[in-house]
């Protein structure tokens, strides 16, 4: 991909979604699954736990998501 990184992006938030796993036998746990997408990026989730989630807390992470995407180098090979 290796796309310029900028200081703001403009995101189009999908979906949010609460999830309950068990990371541990019998102790459920609610993950926000956030679904979005950004400027010449395919769509993209991430999960932030229940109790850590705030408006801030996501855009945080969407930022570092997109950031560590953009600096990703797509594998190419021949079939």
Do not use: C, F
């Not at 560590?68 to 594998?75: C, F, G, N, S, W």
């Amino acid at each position: 991909m290796s796309k310029q990184i900028k200081a703001e992006y403009n995101v189009t938030v999908l979906s949010r979604e609460d999830v309950t796993t068990y990371p541990k036998l019998n102790q459920p746990m609610i993950t926000v699954i956030v679904t979005y997408i950004a400027a010449g990026l395919p769509p993209h989730s991430i999960n932030i736990p229940k109790k850590e989630w705030n408006i801030e807390t996501e855009k945080k992470l969407i930022k570092a998501d997109i950031e560590k995407r953009l600096k990703a180098v797509p594998e190419t090979y021949k079939v």
